[in-house]
């Protein structure tokens, strides 16, 4: 069990990194006008993240939507590293209950 | 009661119209990533042919290009956007890749939205939602 939900849960950070840096890339293209060759590799990485998605062992819907809480952690992390946003108490709790959230719907024993 | 009047008074305010085209491309952009990551895991998954693997992969690129038309940056709101992400993808999976939830995906689903409720409309003091 602990092994599966370490190698899920790398998975899913995984691809939430190829997500945001892929949409990243595609931004430094057209917002801040760099080389098409920034949005040609954007759009593969988020190609990559497409086909690393592929790798969890459960259906389509459950994955997805478990994917959509690992995001809003990420965000919150990301605001704090990149745009240096120190979460305060209620999205350190809110970030808390949605890992709640999303353990009961992947992780929980059927 | 203090959230509603919150919401109210956003809906109200003049950036409302930033608002409803910011929702809007977040829906748009859950609707690509959640449409070209199905036809990725459709090629990987399901055998279907390279060409629907390389289409999802193009919708995916269009994914990214979308948030480039927001004008709210905001960590907060890509949290927010995380739980409608949520939904969107339970949804697609029961309504198109027709597998239904069990119990405990719609419970899970509950408590993460109320998670993110949390995080985007618990109300701070001297402070917008909709700051730039």
């Known amino acids: 069990m602990v092994e599966i939900v370490l190698s899920t849960l790398s998975v899913f950070f995984f691809a939430s990194l190829l997500e945001i840096s892929g949409g990243y890339l595609v931004w430094r ?21 497409g086909m690393i998605m592929t790798l969890q062992p459960e259906n389509f819907g459950k994955v997805y939507a478990t994917y959509g809480g690992i995001f809003v952690v990420s965000s919150i992390i990301w605001g704090y590293w990149v745009d240096k946003k120190r979460p305060d108490r209620f999205e350190i709790i809110g970030s808390g209950i949605v890992l709640i959230g999303i353990a009961v719907m992947f992780y929980f024993p059927r | 009661m203090y959230i509603i009047e919150k919401i109210t008074e956003l809906t109200w305010e003049k950036k409302s119209k930033n608002y409803l085209t910011s929702v809007v491309l977040f829906f748009l952009a859950g609707l690509c990533e959640i449409g070209g990551g199905y036809l990725v895991w459709l090629w990987l998954r399901e055998d279907f042919s390279f060409v629907l693997g390389a289409v999802g992969g193009f919708i995916l690129f269009l994914y990214g290009i979308v948030p480039t038309f927001q004008k ?20 697609w999976g029961w309504l198109i890749d027709e597998v239904q939830p069990d119990n405990f995906d719609i419970i ?5 939205v109320i998670g993110v409720l949390v995080i985007f409309y618990y109300p701070r003091k001297g402070e917008k939602v909709w700051s730039k």
């Open chain 1, 29 to 49: 293209w057209l917002r801040n006008h760099k080389g098409k060759i920034f949005g040609l590799v954007g759009g593969l990485v988020l190609f990559s993240y």
């Open chain 2, 72 to 91: 709210i940056h905001f960590h907060r709101v890509y949290a927010a956007y995380g739980g409608v992400f949520t939904v969107m993808a339970i949804l």
């Open chain 2, 108 to 112: 899970g689903t509950i408590i993460a």
